[in-house]
């Protein structure tokens, strides 16, 4: 490849039938949220992965926040959950006064340890919300145990897991609430969009009026009403017919898009294996019960050092790469309410990781060519 090229860290995918469906759209003139499309994206997903109900949102975060409120939070109330993550977990329930528990890393993937769910279980915890990194599935067997024994609600933030699976069951049908984000970042995309997937039928009726701001006006919708009133809280969290229709076009490719970021995993982890041999870097670790959905491709660097001049020497290259998240018990927020241990698991994946191009468009040339950079780097050092 010459020298000139630039390879982004992400390219969004378009399929090819966005724009028609986004047509039908403007055609209906139902341009507003909860018509056809939408009701074909929850039959979609409802069918595929085996959730009791699906509720599109405008985003992940509001998916959450939804959860949030479903679970009925009061003040001090515990949360725990991973401080790996992005901030719209822990956003979601610090605005409804809950108390987060932030919680360490397994040491060798960056999924939350079981161990620390049970060492920051006290009285006072009412929930725990797992992220399932790049779509590797977190350690459910011992989660759900840990849960259940606890009587405690498993909110499961899946939004880079859509497709992945522990064992043979899909990541978000574990917990009684799960949350898939449709970002542009994602595998499958609408620009700005999530999904609020329940699996505890107990929340279905209310999770549709906190969507619809708190009122019945779905009902009203169906004709079961002669009019809808505001009974509860809520917001205005549903996407437009438009963005569905664009999602509707992304799902219904999902298999060819899911089998080429795969593709493109899988040929990253063989050529990169003798630089992790060698100890260079950590390539994932892939338990044997997770199936991953080929979202990220990162490594794990030896140092914070080493993983600055690595992203820098690829920049040169012209390769766009970047890290992760900041630990947020580490954030600017939330420091001066943490009192806890460090964790030190999330500390090393903020510093240390790397997370390398993986779009549905990159060729097998580009992927050469990367690799290639990453070997001549290290054979420089």
């Not at 966005?18 to 979609?44: A, P």
């Not at 630089?275 to 140092?303: E, Q, R, T, W």
């Not at 999330?346 to 993986?358: D, G, Q, V, Y």
Request: overall charge negative; glycine content about 4%; proline content about 3%.
């Amino acid at each position: 490849m010459k020298e000139s090229v630039n390879i982004p860290f992400n390219k969004p995918y378009i399929t090819g039938k966005e724009l028609f469906y986004i047509s039908e759209v403007l055609k209906s003139g139902k341009l507003s949220g909860d018509g056809e499309f939408t009701g074909k994206c929850h039959e979609y997903l409802e069918n595929l992965y085996g959730f009791k109900k699906c509720f599109l949102t405008s985003s992940c975060t509001d998916a959450l926040e939804m959860s949030s409120i479903l679970i009925n939070i009061k003040s001090e109330d515990e949360i725990i959950m991973p401080s790996y993550t992005f901030v719209s977990s822990a956003n979601a329930f610090a605005l409804r006064g809950a108390k987060i528990m932030f919680a360490d890393c397994e040491k060798n993937i960056p999924n939350i340890s079981p161990d620390e769910i049970e060492r920051l279980i006290t009285k006072k915890t009412i929930a725990v919300v797992i992220m399932h990194y790049a779509g590797i599935s977190c350690d459910m067997n011992r989660i759900m145990e840990i849960v259940n024994k606890n009587n405690l609600v498993l909110i499961e933030d899946a939004a880079l897991a859509l497709d992945s699976k522990y064992k043979d069951k899909p990541s978000g049908t574990f917990g009684k609430l799960s949350t898939f984000s449709f970002h542009d970042t994602k595998n499958i995309i609408a620009g700005e969009c999530g999904c609020l997937a329940i699996n505890d039928e107990q929340y279905i009726n209310r999770a549709e009026i906190i969507r619809e701001k708190g009122t019945n006006r779905s009902r009203y919708i169906r004709n079961e009403i002669n009019r809808y009133e505001w009974i509860d809280i809520g917001s205005s969290f549903l996407p437009s017919e438009i963005t569905a229709g664009f999602l509707l076009a992304q799902l219904e490719n999902l298999e060819t898009i899911q089998n080429r970021r795969k593709e493109i995993w899988y040929k990253y982890f063989q050529l990169l294996n003798p630089l992790d041999d060698s100890g260079y870097f950590k390539l994932p670790l892939i338990p044997d019960y997770a199936k991953i959905n080929g979202h990220i491709f990162y490594l794990v660097c030896n140092s914070l050092s080493k993983r600055n001049n690595l992203m820098m020497y690829l920049k040169e290259k012209g390769i766009n790469t970047t890290f992760h998240y900041l630990p947020l018990h580490k954030s600017k927020y939330f420091s001066n309410y943490y009192n806890g241990q460090e964790l030190t698991n999330a500390e090393n994946f903020s510093n240390c990781l790397i997370r390398l191009p993986l779009f549905f468009e990159l060729t097998d040339e580009e992927i050469d060519y990367i690799v290639s950079a990453i070997f001549d780097f290290f054979k420089k050092e």
